[in-house]
């Protein structure tokens, strides 16, 4: 079974609109991290946003915000304000266990987002 | 903030030659390394984990002898594709692990491309 599931290939928003990347996980590890990383063509990985299993606030920077619904297990994240910078492939990523492990990060398949002008 | 440094960029290099890659974090120490390939329009893949010190664990179906990782210090770490060959031709990027305060961060080098022809 897929440990990251992102069931949007590809996404279009228009400028100055949200966006929600979908992503859902699937663990039984109580302590786990999710992730979302911004790849743009230039194929360099930018972390945007963390979240740990036990974080009782959605996590938010700046205009990311990661919207964590434990119980549905899904990790989406909202792009407030759409930039034509923001056009990249968006992964969604897991780290099970506790937050100092080893463990590696298991990604999702990937996101293609486009912000139209 | 954090910052990996990966370097070279890209390399091209002839059939049957080695090539090495070098992985730094700036401004943290890393307790764990990652290793990761990329194909085009793919999600990364998980090749081998790194801890100071020890020697590196493996994916399944990655070659050991073919991938050397060597993590010194803590802040560096290695990758040597011995004996290149076209098909190791690939997107190559390192990630590197640390806490800093509470939050936990894993960032990435930029990658390297690397053509074998």
């Known amino acids: 079974a897929q440990k990251i599931t992102q069931t949007q290939p590809g996404m279009f928003v228009q400028e100055k609109e949200a966006v929600t990347l979908d992503c859902t996980y699937d663990?039984?590890?109580?302590?786990?991290?999710l992730f979302w990383y911004k790849q743009p063509s230039s194929g360099e990985m930018i972390f945007l946003i963390y979240q740990g299993s036990y974080d009782q606030q959605n996590a938010t920077e700046g205009r990311y915000s990661l919207n964590f619904q434990k119980a549905r297990k899904s990790a989406n994240l909202v792009i407030s304000a759409s930039q034509l910078g923001d056009s990249a492939m968006y992964f969604c990523a897991m780290r099970e266990g506790w937050r100092g492990s080893a463990r590696q990060l298991t990604f999702g398949s990937g996101t293609q987002l486009t912000v139209l002008p | 903030g954090a910052v990996v440094s990966q370097h070279p960029s890209w390399v091209i290099c002839k059939s049957g030659t080695s090539v090495k890659i070098e992985c730094r974090s700036l401004d943290f120490q890393a307790t764990t390394m990652f290793w990761y390939r990329q194909f085009p329009k793919q999600s990364l893949m998980l090749m081998a984990t790194s801890n100071e010190g020890s020697k590196a664990t493996y994916e399944q179906g990655v070659e050991k002898d073919k991938f050397l990782i060597n993590h010194a210090s803590l802040t560096l770490s290695t990758l040597t594709v011995t004996s290149a060959h076209p098909e190791d031709s690939s997107f190559y990027i390192c990630?590197?692990?640390?806490?800093?305060?509470?939050?936990?961060?894993?960032?990435f080098g930029p990658g390297t491309r690397l053509l074998v022809l």
């Open positions: 990630s590197a692990r640390g806490l800093a305060g509470y939050q936990e961060t894993q960032y």
């Open positions: 663990t039984s590890d109580p302590s786990y991290g």
